[in-house]
């Protein structure tokens, strides 16, 4: 949803614990979608890449699914860990810049 | 491989005065794009280099302006500073236009 300012969504999650952080993407067009890692004072951080041939793609420990016919994009990150803790932001583009959207902040509860 | 690297780090400039960022990308790749980063508005884009050539450009005033060089490092500018542009600037550099897009640390500019 829409975030202004410092209130980006926040995603609270105790450790060991699974996240799922979720994003809609806006252009039908788009092929390629980025999800990025961003920590306090640091540029944001390449987690993982799809392509819309794809409904899913795993990582280590991160897992992306796509959904095309809602465009939605959502990040699973497995055993959540403290140093997981910063602002997501997923990313979209197709023969164009990559489009951010505003990010959700992930919190973890040691 | 070094990662995309962007100078300086923090820059304080008073309203009026102009700024140049610059950005040396990652060695091989010839896509270089620009972003602002605010809390109020997120990332969002400045413009992107490829081969010397601006590409695209976001809906920005013509007081923010770029340019690349033949080695792939780019620089912006921005004129006539307004409090309204401090704002975190970040270089992201990509082999090709459907890669992903690696980052540098970002120039905090302040505005005073």
């Known amino acids: 949803g829409e975030s202004v300012g410092l209130h980006l969504p926040t995603l609270s999650v105790q450790e060991g614990d699974n996240s799922i952080i979720n994003c809609a993407y806006s252009?039908?067009?788009?092929?390629?979608f980025i999800w990025y890692k961003q920590e306090s004072g640091k540029g944001p951080q390449f987690i993982i890449d799809?392509?819309?041939?794809?409904d899913k793609r795993q990582g280590q420990r991160v897992t992306v699914l796509l959904n095309k016919t809602v465009k939605h994009l959502s990040l699973q990150i497995a055993a959540t860990q403290p140093g997981d803790s910063a602002v997501y932001f997923c990313a979209e583009s197709g023969d164009t810049p990559l489009v951010f959207g505003k990010g959700t902040r992930l919190s973890v509860i040691a | 491989k070094a990662g995309v690297t962007q100078t300086p780090r923090y820059l304080i400039k008073t309203r009026g005065q102009q700024v140049t960022l610059s950005c040396s990308p990652i060695?091989?790749?010839?896509?270089v794009s620009w972003y602002q980063q605010t809390p109020g508005q997120g990332l969002q884009f400045l413009f992107e280099?490829?081969?010397?050539?601006?590409?695209n450009k976001g809906n920005f005033p013509g007081r923010f302006s770029g340019r690349q060089f033949s080695n792939s490092r780019s620089e912006m500018n921005v004129s006539t500073l307004e409090l309204g542009d401090s704002a975190l600037y970040l270089c992201?550099?990509?082999?090709?236009?459907?890669?992903?897009?690696?980052f540098g640390q970002g120039t905090r500019l302040t505005v005073v």
């Open positions: 992201a550099s990509r082999r090709t236009g459907r890669s992903e897009a690696f």
């Open positions: 252009n039908s067009a788009s092929d390629y």
């Open positions: 280099y490829f081969s010397e050539t601006q590409r």
């Open positions: 799809i392509r819309s041939n794809m």
């Open positions: 060695s091989g790749h010839r896509s």
